[in-house]
T-cell receptor, first 113, second 114 residues
């Protein structure tokens, strides 16, 4: 069974600074998707970034970028120029080609003004 | 973009009663729908997967007789919590996916059982 681990229950960052959230996963599949989702207090799940495992190039979306290390099964999220609106729960997630999204335990990110 | 709605957004029911939560894909046909449960300060846990016209597949530990899932059409899935008890109080999130496409999440339903 696939599992997703996030070793940082809580993180904090100064506004305008950079923070990296860690994630590792376990799978026997060779092709799959990885995601970072943001869950603000409204609890609506917001897709931040997606990575296809067959792509070597790391995904980037504006201030958000990932470091995807397939051999190490590592998938970290870097948030640059942190803003107050970035404060939320962040979930790393995995999906096989046909399966459901499986979530990690989450990291609560605080942004300090 | 693809929109998934849930109704109601918040429901309060008495212990022993049943409550139904609806999940709709508003602008696409969902071949597969998923139901998740999220307790406070915890992650989303997959409860079940359903394909239109087929019986739902439940995750280990989820009581299928208690959490009835009906994927009646390509745009509607319902979750019925039967004989609800206070421990069923939680946040329930549905998700819908077209074949080979992204999985989209609804806004969630907060269930409080008194």
């Amino acid at each position: 069974a696939q599992t997703v681990t996030q070793s940082q229950p809580e993180m904090s960052v100064q506004e305008a600074e950079t923070v990296t959230l860690s994630c590792t996963y376990d799978t026997s599949e060779s092709d799959y998707y990885l995601f970072w989702y943001k869950q603000p207090p409204s609890r609506q799940m917001i897709l931040v970034i997606r990575q296809e495992a067959y792509k070597q190039q790391n995904a980037t979306e504006n201030r958000f970028s990932v470091n995807f290390q397939k051999a190490a099964k590592s998938f970290s999220l870097k948030i640059s120029d942190s803003q107050l609106g970035d404060a939320a729960m962040y979930f790393c997630a995995y999906r096989s080609l046909q399966g459901p999204v499986i979530f990690g335990p989450g990291t609560s990110l605080s942004v300090i003004p | 973009g693809a929109v998934v709605s849930q109704h109601p957004s918040w429901v309060i029911c008495k212990s022993g009663t049943s409550v139904k939560i609806e999940c709709r894909s508003l602008d696409f046909q969902a071949t597969t729908m998923f139901w998740y449960r999220q307790f406070p300060k915890q992650s989303l846990m997959l409860m079940a997967t359903s394909n239109e016209g087929s019986k739902a597949t439940y995750e280990q530990g989820v009581e299928k007789d208690k959490f009835l899932i009906n994927h009646a059409s390509l745009t509607l899935s319902t979750l019925t919590v039967t004989s609800a008890h206070p421990e069923d109080s939680s946040f329930y999130i549905c998700s819908a996916r077209r074949e080979y496409y992204e999985q989209y999440f609804g806004p969630g339903t907060r269930l409080t059982v008194t």
